[in-house]
Antibody, heavy 119, light 107 residues
Framework: QVTLRESGPALVKPTQTLTLTCTFSGFSLNTFGTCVSWVRQPPGKAPEWLAVIDWDGETLYSTSLKTRLSLSKDTSKNQVVLTMANMDPVDTARYYC???????????WGLGTLVTVSS | EILLTQSPDTLSLSPGERATLSCRASQILSSNFLAWYQQKPGQAPRLLIYGASIRAIGVPDRFSGGGFGTDFTLTISRLEPEDFAVYYCQQYGSSFTFGPGTKVDRK
């Protein structure tokens, strides 16, 4: 059974850097074809894909956010870490860690963590 | 970037009725790389359909997907009470983008 759990601060101030950790089980990010993405969803709005890291450590970022995002993985801990720099109130959203099929769709989602950006 | 539009914004129906939701892409999607998700309040999105027409594991057969190129549909043959939710399409032919969603609510 695949599970993913997001952890990190619920509140960050504008201009701060957000760091979120995804801890997963039921699959290995060492396995060929395995990918983990981050997707966020502002309240009342559609999801927005942010970034993906694959089994080989290759990363891909949203074009509009790539200058602010960084992804890394710790395979021994089954964790993926997302950092987003220069946070703004418009970045207030629920942030989801998601297992991504190598084709590109998202079969498994964490519960998400709500991040509010406010001074 | 491939943009997705969904119609209608809201679909008001009764249990037992048929629901037809549309998703249009701004460019042709290679290999029909289109997925559909269902989201209920307070929950994460749930994968229903991928490859435009392939049901995910555990999805009831009243859900079906169709279409190709730029125009896709999700059909719920007979609405059950648990089907009232928001539905999103997502393309994965070029990067990954979601549509704005269609809300299916009770008439």
């Amino acid at each position: 059974q695949v599970t993913l759990r997001e952890s990190g601060p619920a509140l960050v101030k504008p201009t701060q850097t957000l760091t979120l950790t995804c801890t997963f089980s039921g699959f290995s990010l060492n396995t060929f074809g395995t990918c983990v993405s981050w997707v966020r969803q502002p309240p009342g709005k559609a999801p927005e894909w942010l970034a993906v890291i694959d089994w080989d450590g290759e990363t891909l970022y949203s074009t509009s956010l790539k200058t602010r995002l960084s992804l890394s993985k710790d395979t021994s801990k089954n964790q993926v870490v997302l950092t987003m720099a220069n946070m703004d109130p418009v970045d207030t959203a629920r942030y989801y860690c998601v297992r991504q099929d190598s084709s590109g769709y998202f079969p498994d989602w964490g519960l998400g963590t709500l991040v509010t950006v406010s001074s | 970037e491939i943009l997705l539009t969904q119609s209608p914004d809201t679909l008001s129906l009764s249990p037992g009725e048929r629901a037809t939701l549309s998703c249009r892409a701004s460019q042709i999607l290679s290999s029909n790389f289109l997925a559909w998700y269902q989201q209920k309040p307070g929950q994460a999105p749930r994968l229903l359909i991928y490859g435009a027409s392939i049901r995910a594991i555990g999805v009831p057969d009243r859900f079906s997907g169709g279409g190709f190129g730029t125009d896709f549909t999700l059909t719920i043959s007979r609405l059950e009470p648990e089907d009232f939710a928001v539905y999103y399409c997502q393309q994965y032919g070029s990067s990954f983008t979601f549509g704005p969603g269609t809300k299916v609510d009770r008439k």
